[in-house]
């Protein structure tokens, strides 16, 4: 029984590229949420998905940052024109249902030179 | 406002118990959790504990709660040098997603 996966597990980009971070989630699992770990810091919220749907994004910067969980797929964290602030740990995690155990997933861990 | 605190570092040596502290602001959490992580990898649940009670004991784990001062704690009984990790504490609220972590205290267990 696999638990979340998420690749890369490590990503380098330079600055004004796009990043493209995925997550499958547990079997059974139709949330998913993500949030992300700047150095020293501990996990911030942002943003949660159901199948085809954003949930809640109010953790997630307005500009430049993008979540899709489509019907078929992985959920895909997208950040266009990375800038070295993106650097950071992004976490995927997984439920059942709202409000149930998150299950984490190794990170993705991103490197803006 | 939603704030979790707890201290960056705790070094303890093999055998004895360590006790990672946590404080947080918002009185209406309604679950307060302990994740582990190792190198590398993603936070483990460790154990949780609901509002309404202010002791739970799994194992080598004890978490004790006080409620009125907003602090938990995380006692690991005979530390091993596999539980070198950073553990983070974090609170929820009943039926939400949102999980609000701490910054992380990493422990190092020392031969």
């Known amino acids: 029984n696999a638990g979340v996966m998420q690749n890369p597990r490590h990503l380098v980009r330079r600055r004004g590229q796009e990043a493209r971070l995925r997550c499958s989630p547990m079997?059974?699992?139709?949330?998913v949420y993500w949030y992300r770990q700047l150095p020293e810091e501990g996990l911030k919220f942002m943003v949660y998905?159901?199948?085809?749907?954003?949930?809640?994004e109010s953790g997630m910067p307005k500009e430049r940052f993008s979540a899709e969980f489509p019907k078929e797929g992985p959920s895909i964290l997208r950040i266009q024109q990375v800038v070295r602030g993106d650097s950071a740990a992004y976490f995927c995690?997984?439920?059942?249902?709202?409000?149930?155990?998150?299950?984490f997933g190794p990170g993705t861990r991103l490197t803006v030179l | 406002g939603e704030d979790v605190e707890q201290s960056l570092f705790l070094s303890v040596r093999e055998g004895d118990s360590s006790v990672i502290n946590c404080t947080y602001t918002?009185?209406?959490?309604?679950?307060l959790y302990w994740y582990k992580q190792e190198p590398g990898a993603g936070l483990q649940l460790l154990t949780y504990?609901?509002?309404?009670?202010d002791m739970k004991q799994d194992q080598r784990l004890t978490v004790l709660l006080n409620k009125k001062d907003k602090h938990l704690s995380l006692r690991i009984a005979d530390t091993q040098t596999g539980d070198s990790a950073i553990y983070f504490c974090?609170?929820?609220?009943?039926?939400?997603?949102?999980?609000?972590f701490g910054s992380g205290t990493r422990l190092l267990v020392r031969p």
């Open positions: 995690a997984s439920s059942r249902g709202q409000g149930d155990e998150q299950f």
């Open positions: 079997k059974g699992h139709s949330h």
């Open positions: 998905l159901q199948k085809e749907n954003i949930i809640d």
């Open positions: 918002d009185s209406s959490s309604t679950y």
């Open positions: 504990i609901f509002s309404n009670m």
């Open positions: 974090a609170e929820g609220m009943d039926s939400s997603y949102k999980l609000i």
